[in-house]
């Protein structure tokens, strides 16, 4: 007998796959052979992408969904979760992405936005969704429209994890402050937060989000990811930093595959300064990347969304 | 009784949790090396590739030998690592389960349900996520529940697994079932 149709089951199911890739890698992919190596190397999940966030960044133009073929393509490659990305907004797009059988879509600032004013009403997919945050209201407003798990947005494309590091620790001290709020105070809060007070309340009481809490935005080496997730991250995505040398060169397989591992390994051994030496001391370098602190505000990814 | 749960990826701290409110006592296991501090293991759910990626070659001989010797638990991931065959596609097992289980066997994540099967005839709900399915069992294995024809828990010696995740359900009886397991064996 299936129970599938109630919402809280439906719930359940989603927040369900995310408890699964804890503790894991999300890798960014563009193809199968990239798909296969991910895999090999241990990824928990992979992102079909047309471009990555370097490329996209690097060439501009509309950024949107992947095509269909490639994404099935990736899909009967390997037996690992695939996801893939939609423009904020779009939901046509997103029922596409469910019709094709994907594990997870992300709603994503690294895509065109298709919508000024409004996320997808994401309760109205069976397919779950991923959505990147800055701050805590952030989270709690993709939470309230049916997100099931939050990632930091951070910058993508940009190999530099300063603003991974920065939503982060936002979101974490956000959460820690509103356990020592008193009942007023959080209906309070709640206002300043643009956030439903249930949802305020249920962190405030729990000391955390509803729903699993990645990082993404920059992760390019073993350190950053050991980082990101000694700041609270349970898990993280990685994007150029694993197929790229640069924002428009790919690493040879050999080495994509090297850097691959090695994240894989941080991720699992987050607090461990021996295996984290190991792993790293085998690379032979990261991609270059780009700082953040020297790109246009017109250039950020993570302003696209509100 | 200690209790470790394997915590390379996956849903680790679930099991923790309810390993905990049950009264045991647990250690997160993340190097070969612990596997000496504990009485019993249980390997959660997550990515089966993914932890034999992670343990290389030594790690999966400790574990093998661990399992040989002392209780172990696997849920959904879990199950297919302690499986003597996997299919779709084939991959390395322990081997301390005399069954051959399959991958995804419902299909991709829409293909998730929340299932209501038989526990030693009584009710259970059971989530299943991407879950495997038990293709056949050896003669040695005892069926501990059902949902439709499917075994979905099964035990064979100091070995206990399940295709769904009792962790993410409140019904406590199939990790119960794993602690008699563990304090019968000691």
């Known amino acids: 007998m299936s129970q599938n149709n109630g919402s809280s089951s439906s719930l359940r199911l989603k927040t369900g796959l995310a408890e699964m890739l804890k503790g894991g890698v999300i890798m960014d992919v563009t193809n199968a052979e990239q798909a296969e190596i991910a895999e090999k190397a241990g990824a928990v999940a992979v992102m079909a992408l047309e471009r990555v966030p370097a490329q996209i960044r690097a060439e501009g133009g509309v950024a949107r969904m992947a095509s269909p073929k490639k994404i099935r393509e990736i899909m009967a490659t390997v037996s690992i979760p695939v996801m893939a990305k939609c423009r904020i907004g779009h939901f046509a797009e997103a029922q596409i992405l469910q019709e094709l059988g994907v594990d997870y879509i992300d709603e994503s600032e690294v895509l065109t936005p298709a919508d000024e004013a409004h996320h997808v009403d994401k309760h109205a997919f069976k397919t779950p969704f991923v959505c990147g945050a800055r701050n805590l209201g952030e989270a709690l407003r993709r939470i309230a429209e049916g997100a099931c798990l939050i990632r930091t947005k951070g910058e993508a494309g940009t190999g530099d994890v300063v603003h991974a590091v920065k939503h982060m620790r936002q979101i974490v001290s956000e959460m820690r402050g509103l356990t020592i709020l008193s009942e007023q105070e959080l209906y309070a809060r709640a206002k300043d937060l643009q956030a439903p007070y249930e949802l305020v309340s249920m962190v405030a009481r729990a000391g955390k989000l509803p729903v699993p809490n990645f990082s993404a935005g920059g992760i390019a080496t073993p350190a950053d990811a050991a980082l990101v997730m000694q700041l609270g991250a349970e898990a993280v995505f990685v994007g150029s930093g694993i197929f790229m040398t640069d924002s428009s060169t790919f690493a040879e397989p050999a080495e994509a595959a090297k850097r691959a591992k090695a994240i894989v390994l941080a991720a699992t051994h987050f607090r461990d300064p021996k295996v984290l030496l190991e792993v790293s001391a085998d690379l032979a370098g990261a991609m270059k990347g780009l700082a953040v602190a020297g790109l246009d505000e017109a250039h950020l990814l993570q302003t696209r969304g509100w | ?186």
Do not use: W
């Open chain 2, 1 to 186: 009784m200690i209790i470790g749960v394997l915590a390379l990826q996956g849903d680790f701290d679930a099991h923790r949790r309810r390993l905990e409110e049950l009264g045991a006592e647990v250690v997160l296991v993340k190097k070969p090396e612990q596997l000496d501090q504990i009485d019993g293991l249980v390997i959660p759910g997550g990515e089966s590739g993914a932890f034999l990626k992670i343990l290389g070659e030594e790690g999966f001989q400790k574990l093998q030998e661990f399992v040989c010797q002392k209780p172990a638990f696997g849920t959904c991931a879990g199950a297919i690592l302690l499986a003597t065959e996997v299919t779709n596609p084939p991959q390395e097992g322990l081997g301390a389960l005399d069954i051959r289980i399959r991958r995804n066997a419902y299909g991709r994540q829409i293909d998730s349900s929340i299932r209501i099967g038989m526990m030693q005839g009584t009710p259970m709900e059971m989530v299943f996520i991407r879950a495997p399915r038990i293709e056949h069992i050896g003669p040695n294995v005892e069926v501990l529940a059902t949902e439709g024809n499917d075994p979905v828990v099964v035990r064979q010696g100091r070995a206990m697994a399940a295709t769904f995740h009792p962790e993410l359900s409140d019904d406590t009886r199939v990790h119960r079932a794993f602690l008699d397991l563990v304090e019968s064996s000691k």
